[in-house]
C-alpha cells in the first residue's frame, strides 16, 4: 500500500534538512523504498530542501505491505510527523509555532483516521485538545469477519439427544459490522426447532446479530437433534457468514479482505465445519 506524506511551509524560515518519521503499526511490514529507511516500527526520511515559505514538498510515497493483524481496530493506523529541521544557516529550529518536532508519537493529539483533524494542517497547538499539524495518520478501510464453529455438548452421542454448537464470529479488520446475517446448512443427521435466534428450516437456517460491534468475539449457540441417517456426512454441520452492513445500513460483506459472505457452502474451500466424531 502506497501512503502519501506531504510537508508544508507555513512559516516566513526557508527550511531544509526536514526530518519525517513515521510510526509503523503492527498491520504492516516495511522494506526500504523511496528514500525511507529504519524499521521495524520508526523509519525516517531526510527532505534536503530548501522549502521556501508558502510550498509543500508534494507527496512522499511510502510503501508498507498489509498484514493480517488481530491486535484491533488500529493496527493499521499508520502515522507520521516531523521530527527535526533547519534553516538555511544549518541552525537546528525546534521553535515551531504550534507543534513539537521530535519523533514521539505519544505527545501529539491522537488524531484517528477520518476525525475532522484528520489531514487538517491549520491545527491550533500542541496542547492536549487541540492538534498539532506536523503529525497526521492515515488508515486503509479493512473489512475482514471470521467464523468459528465449536461442539460444546461433550460425546459420545446418541440418537435423539439435543447437541449445542457455538458459533464464533470475530471481527479482524478496523470497520465496524453490524446486521450480521449468519447461515448453517443443518445436514439429514440432525433436526432442528428454532432456538437462541436461529429461524428457517433445515436445510438452510438463519441468525441475525443485530448490535454492531469492533473487533471482539461474539458467541451464538445453535441447538439441534441428533437423528439416524444413511446420507454422507450426515453429522457434518457447516455454517458460514452470509452478509453483513455498516452501522450506516450499507452492505459492506463483499468488500470482506479475504472471503465471500453468501449462502453457498460449496464455494469456501476448506470452510469452517463440525461433525460429531462418535454416535452409538
Do not use: C
Amino acid at each position: 500500500m502506497t501512503f502519501n506524506i506531504e510537508v508544508f511551509n507555513q512559516g516566513n524560515v526557508t527550511a531544509q534538512n526536514i526530518v519525517v518519521s513515521d510510526y509503523i503499526p503492527s498491520g504492516y511490514t516495511f522494506a526500504a523504498n523511496n528514500g525511507w529507511t529504519g524499521g521495524p516500527s520508526v523509519i525516517t526520511q531526510t527532505i534536503a530542501g530548501p522549502l521556501a515559505p508558502g510550498t509543500s514538498t508534494g507527496p512522499l510515497p511510502l510503501v508498507l505491505t498489509l498484514v493480517m493483524d488481530v491486535t484491533g481496530d488500529d493496527a493499521w493506523d499508520n502515522y507520521a510527523e516531523v521530527s527535526a529541521a533547519q534553516d538555511t544557516q544549518g541552525n537546528n529550529r525546534n521553535d515551531d509555532a504550534d507543534s513539537v518536532a521530535d519523533n514521539n508519537p505519544a505527545n501529539d493529539n491522537p488524531v484517528q483516521p477520518g476525525d475532522p483533524n484528520d489531514n487538517n494542517i491549520l491545527g491550533g497547538g500542541s496542547n492536549a485538545s487541540e492538534d498539532e499539524d506536523d503529525h497526521d495518520p492515515a488508515a486503509p478501510r479493512i473489512v475482514d469477519l471470521a467464523l468459528i464453529k465449536e461442539i460444546v455438548t461433550p460425546g459420545p452421542y446418541s440418537y435423539g439427544q439435543n447437541v449445542t454448537f457455538r458459533i464464533t464470529v470475530q471481527n479482524q479488520g478496523n470497520e465496524t459490522a453490524a446486521t450480521i446475517v449468519v447461515s448453517d446448512y443443518v445436514p439429514a443427521g440432525y433436526t432442528f426447532a428454532p432456538n437462541n435466534g436461529w429461524g428457517g428450516s433445515a436445510p438452510l437456517i438463519t441468525n441475525t446479530i443485530p448490535d454492531h460491534w469492533l473487533p471482539a468475539h461474539l458467541p451464538v449457540d445453535l441447538v439441534l437433534t441428533v437423528q439416524p441417517s444413511a446420507a454422507a456426512n450426515a453429522w457434518l454441520n457447516v455454517a458460514e457468514i452470509s452478509l453483513f452492513n455498516d452501522t450506516a445500513g450499507n452492505a459492506i460483506g463483499m468488500f470482506d479482505i479475504d472471503s465471500d459472505p453468501d449462502q453457498n457452502p460449496t464455494n469456501d474451500g476448506e470452510v469452517w465445519q463440525t461433525a460429531l466424531q462418535t454416535i452409538i
